[in-house]
């Protein structure tokens, strides 16, 4: 079997996200099963190059990990021959000018989202990559969970007839940080430093809508910080300057409504932290990251409200669970799994469908939620097909 190496830059490897999701569970994972096969047999291995501002940080993870090559210095690391592609999981604010500086080495360009805190960042980046002719990528791991891909089976069978709406709930409590420790980085809750749940999570639901249910045609926000004081890493205290709460109404292609709470301020009473309860003609269903049940039109039973008494019902007996079917292995890891799909677009010259101008949208649907709370009035948002 024929091997072939490909070096990639991970920038921030040591934080959150970039070690957790990206360096752990997705390149290494892909390096200690032999690479990501492509369909001609050839297996794509990732050579890596760690970089970060802590030294010390990266010597640790790389020697845990078995690795040589690590730096402090980005501008190094876009020289050095043989990495072909550069990865960004760096803080919001830290990102534009770190992308750009990879377009301008020609790296192919796969990063976190948001890919800019402005929707005008955004769109200049993801200029810049089509006019040097780069390959981009934005993460987008939600699509890859099992729940949301038997989600996408649901959608593409039919299984719905028209979609009617979509209720949204996502969120759970995060500490303050004086009695417990917040589960959060500080930063989040500080509108100077990038943080808010808006620019956090809707590029996600961006993402999400678009690719399962279509274009989404113009957006009513409300946003709050329910919780306006907190402390940081150190237990001191801070004012949170950034939303941490968000209710949005939007309005999709088609007709079908989207309502989308989303709070880091909320005790959940779910089976999942985000689920959501689409509703169609022909059917309904109520899907988490992981699970997913269903109720056909066939199956619904005959509600009649009487307040007078107390209803004896079992309604959630009434729905199917939505087998895995996903062959012996089970689901793989989605951040894996997503960087599975992006190595092999770029390895075969594919075009990798969510790129820097889709995480543009991303970032404009954040941008006119944020203008929809400020202005209390509905976005309209026109199709964004070009950088």
């Known amino acids: 079997m024929t091997e072939r190496r490909i070096g990639i830059i991970v920038n921030g490897a040591s934080g959150r996200m970039g070690y957790r999701q990206h ?3 997705s390149l290494l994972a892909i390096r200690d099963q032999g690479g990501v096969e492509l369909a001609d047999g050839t297996r794509l291995v990732p050579d890596l190059l760690l970089v970060g501002r802590n030294e010390e940080k990266l010597r640790t993870i790389a020697e845990r990990h078995g690795l040589t090559e690590w730096t402090t210095d980005l501008d190094a690391a876009l020289a050095a021959p043989g990495y072909e592609i550069y990865f960004d999981a760096l803080v919001t604010n830290l990102r534009v000018a770190n992308i750009r500086k990879a377009i301008a080495a020609g790296k192919a360009i796969y990063t976190e989202k948001p890919t800019a805190e402005t929707l005008e960042d955004a769109l200049a980046l993801a200029r810049e990559a089509r006019d040097a002719g780069t390959v981009s990528g934005v993460v987008r791991d939600k699509l890859y969970l099992p729940g949301l891909l038997k989600l996408r089976r649901l959608v593409d069978s039919g299984f719905f007839g028209r979609v009617l709406s979509v209720r949204g709930e996502f969120g759970y409590w995060v500490f303050e940080g004086d009695g417990q420790s917040a589960q959060r980085p500080s930063w989040n809750y500080r509108s100077e430093d990038g943080g808010g749940i808006v620019a956090d999570m809707f590029p996600h639901w961006n993402y999400v809508i678009e690719n399962l249910f ?6 009513y926000a409300q946003t709050a910080t329910h919780i306006p004081e907190r402390w940081d ?5 801070y004012t949170a300057t950034a939303d941490d709460a968000a209710y949005g109404v939007l309005r999709l292609e088609g007709g079908a409504i989207v309502q989308m709470n989303s709070s880091w301020d909320t005790r959940v009473h779910r089976d999942e932290l985000v689920e959501f309860h689409v509703d169609g003609t022909r059917g ?3 899907v988490g990251l992981w699970g997913a049940r269903i ?7 005959r509600p009649v409200w009487n307040p007078d008494v107390p209803d004896p019902h079992d309604y959630r007996a009434d729905w199917q669970e939505v087998p895995d079917n996903a062959g012996p292995d089970g ?3 989605a951040f894996k799994a997503q960087w599975e799909d992006f190595l092999a677009h770029w390895a075969e010259g594919r075009t990798y469908p969510y790129d820097l101008l889709a995480g543009a949208r991303g970032v404009r649907l954040a941008e006119a939620a944020l203008t929809s709370a400020a202005e209390g009035r509905r976005i309209t ?3 964004l097909t070009e950088a």
Do not use: C, K, W
């Open 23 to 25: 360096l752990v569970r």
């Open 214 to 219: 279509g274009r989404i045609q113009d957006v």
């Open 233 to 237: 890493e150190q237990h001191r205290r």
């Open 284 to 286: 309904s269903a109520v």
């Open 295 to 301: 109720q056909p039109r066939e199956a619904t039973p």
């Open 331 to 333: 689901f793989d890891n």
């Open 381 to 383: 948002l026109e199709p």
